[in-house]
């Protein structure tokens, strides 16, 4: 069964304090893996589509890397802005391509 | 000029009645999505539609049906409302046809049964 986890569920940093989150995932066939970024009240918002293991794509203190069965969303030097839900997605390659969402990161930045 | 719109953004509703949720989409995609999302922000899809035809359907009750009278909208009526209904409901759309295309969300309907 596709299935996609991420970790941690919840995460505080200080502001300035770098870290990662995981997305792991075990799908038939991946057909790209995104993240988004979702603030309360709000809909996720895209950030980073990935597809190839090795590729990499940075926006600003963000940056998304992929293997071949998880990605990681790295963030630099943090700030109480970058506090959100972040979410990463799986299209997979059989059928309808339907997309599979985990569960979300909660990350908060203290100031 | 927003991307994907839905409305209500609010709906407060009583056990038992009928309702509908409107999205409509002016990005041009050709596949449109119903997510449920649940307290602990879960995303799990319940329908999609590609050029107006029925593509995904979810293990979700009868009593919700969707409807794509165009590319560009996607409605969804829920029958005999319970109180399990009770969570945030996002429209999304997608091209699907190219790879790696992401979805683009609207900012939800919120869904509460009293």
């Known amino acids: 069964e596709d299935q996609v986890t991420q970790s941690p569920e919840a995460l505080r940093l200080q502001e300035g304090e770098s870290s990662s989150l995981n997305c792991s995932y075990t799908v038939s066939g991946l057909r790209g893996l995104f993240w988004y970024r979702q603030d309360p009240g709000k809909g996720p918002e895209f950030l980073f589509t990935?597809?190839?293991a090795g590729e990499e794509k940075e926006k600003e203190r963000l940056k998304a890397t992929l293997t071949k069965k998880e990605s990681f969303l790295h963030i630099t030097a943090p700030k109480p802005e970058d506090s959100a839900t972040y979410l990463c997605a799986v299209q997979v390659t059989s059928g309808t391509y339907k997309y599979i969402f985990g569960t979300g990161t909660r990350l908060k930045v203290l100031a | 000029d927003t991307a994907v719109s839905q409305t209500p953004k609010y709906l407060v509703t009583q056990m038992g009645n009928d309702k509908s949720i409107k999205c409509e989409q002016n990005l041009g995609h050709d596949t449109m999505y119903w997510y449920k999302q649940d307290s602990k922000k879960f995303l799990k899809i319940m329908f999609s539609?590609?050029?107006?035809?029925?593509?995904i359907n979810e293990t979700v009750p009868n009593r919700f049906s969707p409807k794509s009278p165009d590319k560009a909208h996607l409605n969804l009526h829920i029958n005999s409302l319970e109180l399990g209904d009770s969570a945030v409901y996002f429209c999304?759309?997608?091209?699907?046809?190219?790879?790696?295309?992401?979805?683009?969300f609207g900012d939800g309907t919120r869904l509460s049964i009293l």
């Open positions: 539609y590609n050029n107006k035809e029925l593509i």
């Open positions: 990935l597809y190839s």
């Open positions: 999304a759309s997608s091209h699907s046809g190219r790879r790696n295309q992401p979805q683009h």
